[in-house]
């Protein structure tokens, strides 16, 4: 195949795209927690650009889009970026350089390992997170992508995940519920009122994470055409139904709260993630209206009833809304849409959702198990938690030797 | 010399700063506090559920006035910081024992 032009424009701010996605997701986190923990949660994220940036192109890549073994793992053969040059890939992405495909890929990997940290912050110890992203990234990140996207067996099985339901939003939120259960609850929770030191931020990163949305899910269709534009469309309409439904949620319960509906709009948009480039506009409305209304109330199932110390909420928006996208797709999907895609429940049988169903139970339950034992293994070396000392005081000043707003002379 | 400290509502800062001046008290210093008293707290939301926030901001305004000032500063006060609901505030009146003025070093009755 030769190289167009456009689709190479696209794939290629596309990846910017998704990239600004990781600095939001640091803003997004970093104004929910307490201002002495601020910086601590925005360097989680922002140290996976530079951690997981690396390993991608060291072997990451590789292990997921290489030469496939037995449907489990990509093979070595684009080690160190070998064979991934100017020319197109024959298989992936087939217009545009490999090049621009493997960096496009490598942004999601990183914003994978952003999305869990939300669960982990105001305790974990900064070493720990990092020697625990690293394996994460190989050992569950890279195998669940070569299963959905890298010719795996879940691929073959004709499981659809258009830009990423099941290798992000499902691999982070039930990895992020694992490691929720293994860390303990933060000192004071619940009971002590742990309120968001800046909200603003929430909303600025929010805004980036709805606005690098539009290259995670139409650059997902790595061609500038038609299917782009309706990736494009779907994504915003689910943003917005689900921004408007908890809003309007928060409302019946008291008044509406803009932390609320920002959280809808991040609901929404990682519902569609796996359905946007296979169903209409309009049955991202749908997708978008369950998606804030059952998010909302596994939220609050996990942190009043169960009391699970998820701080972020990691699983309820990215866990839940992942596999509701998923399923979605076995119900909306249609090959009037895509021609790569399938028919679904209201477009033709209940075949689709049943193979849905296969990807969010295995990518759910691999997950699951590998993160536990990723992190019992790094608890027991290296351990997980920071000392009730450098958790009193905060993780800015004892993991990282900074705050984030400056002495008494301004 | 007596200081007083007054704990109001940040809304009412205007007029008792107003209405001390016009007593010619212009000197004081005014600190952003959290406190709690009857008025209890206010219920604040997170994205699902609330949670409750005891500390209200108000305002102390610290002055210092000479022994037979303080009843009529303290009516100033009062008049204007008054609502008549709950978390008006309150004030505490504490002896003085030394002002200096930094700039010329006038010490007590001189340097208020």
């Known amino acids: ?410 | 010399m007596k200081k007083v400290e007054a704990i109001i509502r940040e809304e009412r800062l205007d007029a008792v700063k107003k209405a001390l001046e016009e007593k010619s008290y212009f000197g004081m210093t005014v600190s952003e506090v959290s406190g709690r008293g009857k008025q209890k707290g206010i219920p604040l939301q997170w994205r699902v559920g609330e949670y409750r926030v005891d500390l209200l901001p108000k305002l102390k305004i610290e002055l210092v006035v000479l022994d037979e000032d303080v009843s009529t500063a303290i009516d100033a006060i009062v008049s204007n910081a008054r609502t008549g609901e709950t978390g008006d505030g309150k004030i505490f009146v504490l002896p003085v024992e030394t002002v200096v003025r930094v700039r010329t070093g006038d010490r007590n009755e001189n340097a208020i």
């Open chain 1, 1 to 410: 195949m030769s190289i167009s032009p456009a689709d190479t424009v696209w794939i290629l701010v596309s990846s910017a795209l998704v990239m600004l996605m990781t600095p939001g997701v640091a803003l997004f986190y970093g104004g929910m927690v307490r201002r002495k923990n601020l910086l601590s949660t925005m360097m989680m994220s922002f140290a996976c650009l530079g951690l997981v940036g690396l390993l991608w192109v060291l072997y990451g890549y590789s292990i997921s889009f290489g030469s496939d073994h037995a449907g489990i793992i990509g093979g070595l053969n684009f080690i160190g970026l070998n064979n991934v040059g100017q020319e197109p890939s024959p298989v992936y992405a087939t217009t545009v350089p490999h090049l621009a495909f493997m960096i496009f890929q490598a942004m999601f990997a990183i914003i994978t390992v952003a999305l869990i940290t939300g669960a982990v912050v105001e305790r974990i110890k900064f070493i720990s997170l990092l020697v625990f992203s690293a394996l994460w990234m190989t050992l569950v990140y890279s195998p669940v992508a070569h299963w959905v996207w890298g010719g795996g067996w879940l691929a073959r099985l004709g499981v659809l995940d258009f830009a990423g339901g099941s290798v992000v939003h499902i691999n982070a939120g039930v990895s992020a519920l694992a490691m929720v259960l293994l860390l303990g609850r933060r000192r004071g929770f619940p009971g002590d009122a742990m309120e968001p030191n800046n909200i603003p931020l929430v909303v600025l990163g929010a805004s980036l994470l709805w606005f690098g949305w539009f290259g995670f899910n139409a650059g997902s269709a790595l061609t500038a055409g038609g299917l782009a534009a309706s990736a494009f469309v779907t994504t915003n309409t689910a943003a917005a139904a689900a921004a408007f439904t908890w809003m309007v949620i928060s409302w019946l319960y008291r008044r509406p709260t803009i932390l609320g509906t920002v959280t809808g709009a991040v609901a929404g948009l990682a519902t569609i993630t796996p359905a946007a480039g296979f169903v209409t506009p309009l049955a991202a409305i749908p997708i978008g209206v369950a998606a804030a209304v059952v998010c909302y109330y596994v939220m609050l199932v996990i942190k009043t009833k169960l009391g699970f110390d998820d701080s972020l909420d990691v699983f309820a928006v990215h866990g839940v809304g992942g596999i509701l996208g998923m399923l979605s797709v076995g119900v909306f999907a249609s090959l009037a849409v895509n021609s790569a895609g399938a028919n679904s429940l209201l477009t033709g049988s209940g075949a689709q959702l049943l193979k849905q169903l296969i990807g969010v139970a295995s990518v759910g339950a691999y997950a699951f198990g590998a993160t536990w034992i990723l992190g019992k293994l790094v608890d027991v070396t290296i351990g997980l938690r920071v000392g009730q000392t450098e958790e009193t005081v905060g993780l800015d000043l004892s993991q990282h030797g900074e705050r984030a707003y400056g002495g008494l002379l301004r």
